[in-house]
């Protein structure tokens, strides 16, 4: 199993930045993807942005050259930096891990909230 811990959300004006971060615990080795959702009021959670253990990326389109994903690997940690931020970034943001095998484990999330 994986545990999965996010901090780094709060307010931010808009055109602001926050980089968020993501602690693994447990069978991190077998984590082949960390990735980051989001979930608005009255909406379904959506990608945001993930990362292999090879370092490949992919970015939900509404937050390209916005927001960069990367990993320490000796710190068990992923981070999204965001910057530009738009009030439409607002949102519950979560931290994923998908193992070898597809388990996936979530994290509690935290909120991110970008004033106009």
């Known amino acids: 199993q994986v545990q999965v811990v996010e901090s780094g959300g709060g307010l931010v004006q808009a055109g602001g930045s926050l980089r968020l971060s993501c602690l693994a615990s447990g069978s991190i080795f077998s984590i082949n993807r960390m990735g980051w959702y989001r979930q608005a009021p009255g909406k379904q959670r959506a990608l945001v942005a993930t990362i292999t253990r090879g370092g490949s990326t992919n970015y939900a389109d509404s937050v390209k050259g916005r927001c960069t994903i990367s990993r320490d690997n000796a710190k068990n940690t992923v981070y999204l930096q965001m910057n530009s931020l738009k009030p439409e970034d607002t949102a519950v943001y979560y931290c994923?891990?998908?193992?070898?095998?597809?388990?996936?484990?979530w994290g509690r999330g935290t909120q991110v909230t970008v004033s106009s």
């Open positions: 994923n891990a998908v193992l070898n095998n597809e388990d996936s484990y």
